[in-house]
């Protein structure tokens, strides 16, 4: 099943903290496939200093998709041992009435368990780079 970024609006969710090269996000948790699903979409916008944290119980290849978004995101894929593996940079909202079928499947180079999405430009802005570490508080 994809993951979207696409649906809540964060009331119902978990918030949690997180540090990656000195980055500090204030991060909504989607645990269940539910949560995943929802993600981000439908939303407006998303706060300075804010993020969706996307939770798997397996490292895997998890598939995202752009589902309902309205503004562009960066992607930092996660491993178990909470270091940085990929990066995926400005992915763009994709065009109003785009159907499902169309949408491109954004996939990590590497085995995840984590899934950080943050507004664009955040990653080049705080100068996030495959191999840092991440920390959680409290623990997801």
Request: aromatic share 8%.
């Amino acid at each position: 099943m994809l993951a979207s970024c696409g649906g809540g609006n964060g009331d119902s969710l978990d918030h949690i903290s997180i540090t990656v090269a000195g980055l500090a996000i204030d991060a909504e948790v989607a645990r269940t496939s539910d949560e995943r699903g929802l993600g981000l979409g439908f939303r407006d916008e998303l706060g300075h200093g804010a993020g969706m944290l996307f939770v798997y119980e397996e490292e895997g290849r998890h598939s995202f998709w752009m589902r309902g978004m309205r503004f562009p995101l960066d992607f930092i894929w996660i491993d178990a041992e909470r270091t940085v593996v990929d990066l995926t940079l400005d992915v763009p909202a994709p065009e109003p009435g785009t159907a499902d079928a169309d949408l491109e499947s954004i996939v990590p180079v590497a085995p995840v368990q984590y899934v950080l999405e943050v507004n664009a430009g955040v990653v080049r802005e705080g100068s996030v780079s495959i191999g840092d570490a991440v920390t959680f508080d409290p623990e997801p």
